[in-house]
């Protein structure tokens, strides 16, 4: 029976931990889900080379690639290196054409190299750079789904997202975006699927839509 499962991998945002899709329930007669989680990069690492040792912990074939923010950006470099059954890409970039203007001020001036990520063990700060938003009343929320505050892997994180050099969307990507989304404001033009109210975080506050509509865009 397992043969016959689709595997769906998904790969968490910036910072965050996998129990971001703690609520992404699929049918398990057709589905079997597997949770990615950040490595630690090496300093000099590039995001190709990056993405190729993380194909490193896929282990089945013709699966379903699902990333959320950053990781929607790692998991469309992950396929290149990868036959996939569909790639989702979710709260995030089709090309670096999308990112926000301050970010691309950040690449223009370099300043992603003197941003104080050693600031960001402060969970509130980690929570603004990842989800676009301060923490509130939900400060023991964001210390659940927000667990990699290694400075190296902040600084390369950034520095990778800023300098993101993809084009052209993925022609075969599935895009799913929140009209509310704070971080990533202009990524709803195009071949993109829109949530209406939906924010940086519809992962896990929307996972209702998700669980729902994902097994049709799989299947279809």
Known sequence: ?????????????MAANPSIFEHIKL????FQIHWLEWQIPNKTETL??????????????NIVLLGVSFGGI???????????????????????HELPKRLKLLKITKAYKILPTSLLGNID????????????????????????SDKTYLDWSIKQVVCWEQENPHPNAIYIHGDNDMIFTHSCGGDCIVIKGGTHIMIINKYKWFNENLPKLILD
């Open 48 to 61: 190709e080379q990056y993405a190729k040792r993380m194909c490193q912990c896929i282990t089945h074939n």
């Open 74 to 96: 790692l998991v469309q470099e992950m396929s290149k290196f990868l036959s996939l059954k569909k790639l989702i890409v979710v709260s995030s970039v089709k090309s670096h």
């Open 125 to 148: 700060l980690l929570a603004k750079y990842a989800f676009g938003e301060t923490i509130k009343k939900r400060v023991d929320l964001y210390k659940k789904y927000l667990s990699v």
């Open 1 to 13: 029976m397992s043969d016959q499962l689709i595997h769906v991998y998904l790969m968490p945002g």
């Open 27 to 30: 049918p398990e007669d057709h």
